[in-house]
């Protein structure tokens, strides 16, 4: 059966034409798997020539909104296009509580279509669950997770995550600052896609780009890139793909200073970057 691992979005909160927010998904055969649900992934899907209403499980490893702002469009597209399978919804606490608030959001047109007849229920079938690190699922991927260093406020928090197949595995950091967990659930996986904080432009004025200012109570929850290799060192990774990126400068200079610090393969993530599993 084939498999890959597609980026559909490699960007961050602030708006990049050249990058929607987080989201990837794994293909096998004719089953789509996401984690995340960032800005840009349906059409990146298409471009990618994937069809939408073929995501079964969707994965969130956080509820900033980088990471689940596409949610709703996925939900309603591919219920008009004519879904008629359910989507399982998983991630941290809030996730159930999230899908219930986009009913909730989109009731007017929702009932209304329902009332012309011309869509039925079937395609909104959407079954969500709050996990946390005592969960694992087996079906098309054997997945796990573990607890990251990032959204932790109010009794929130980050999930990274990993999962297997007969032959390769593949994890997602999820946003965090460099953390073990992430080295101990990435051990000897065949792809690590890494979030990594990377910006020329806020080691010159202190402000990312495409934000007007700094906030001097902004904590920081990334990893830099330096702590990228250590981890992905640590991990014995085949491939590191370095994720969530905030700027179109200087490249070359994030990749060797993560070359710095790990010897394997190393990709930049841009949308679209397809990479074959088999
Ligand atoms: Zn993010
Ligand atoms: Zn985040």
């Not at 689940?68 to 359910?86: A, C, D, H, I, Q």
């Not at 979030?195 to 020329?200: I, L, T």
């Not at 010159?204 to 290799?229: A, Y």
């Not at 793909?241 to 190393?266: P, Q, T, Y």
Request: glycine share 10%; aromatic share 8%; hydrophobic share 35%.
């Amino acid at each position: 059966m084939t498999k890959r691992l597609i980026l559909l979005g490699t960007g961050v909160p602030t708006p990049n034409l050249q990058r929607g927010s987080a989201s990837s998904a794994l293909v096998k055969g004719d089953d789509i798997t996401l984690v995340d649900c960032g800005h840009g992934a349906v059409h990146s899907l298409l471009k990618a020539g994937e069809d939408p209403i073929k995501v079964s499980r969707i994965f969130f490893t956080h509820h900033h909104f980088d990471h689940n702002v596409e949610f709703p469009y996925l939900l309603l597209t591919g219920w008009v296009m004519g879904r008629s399978k359910p989507i399982h919804v998983y991630g941290p606490r809030g996730t159930r509580a999230f899908v219930e608030s986009v009913f909730k959001t989109f009731e007017i047109d929702i009932s209304c279509r329902l009332d012309t007849g011309v869509q039925t229920r079937g395609g909104l079938d959407i079954r969500a669950q709050d996990i946390d690190e005592d969960f694992t699922f087996s079906g098309e991927w054997r997945v796990k997770c573990r607890r990251v260093d990032h959204l932790k406020q109010l009794g929130n928090y980050t999930l990274g995550y990993r999962f297997d197949s007969e032959d390769k595995s593949i994890v997602f950091s999820g946003d965090t600052r460099p953390c073990e967990a992430v080295a101990e659930l990435a051990m000897g996986a065949d792809v690590l896609v890494h979030e990594c904080f990377f910006s020329p432009e806020f080691e010159e004025t202190g402000v990312v780009q495409g934000r007007k200012k700094s906030h001097p109570k902004l904590p920081f929850i990334h990893s830099n890139p330096e702590d990228v290799g250590i981890i992905a060192k640590k991990a014995g990774v085949k491939k590191l793909i370095l994720n969530h990126l905030w700027s179109e400068r200087n490249l070359d200079d994030l990749e060797k200073r993560v070359r710095s610090r790990f010897a394997g393969e190393i990709l930049i993530g841009h949308d679209g970057l397809t990479v074959s599993l088999q």
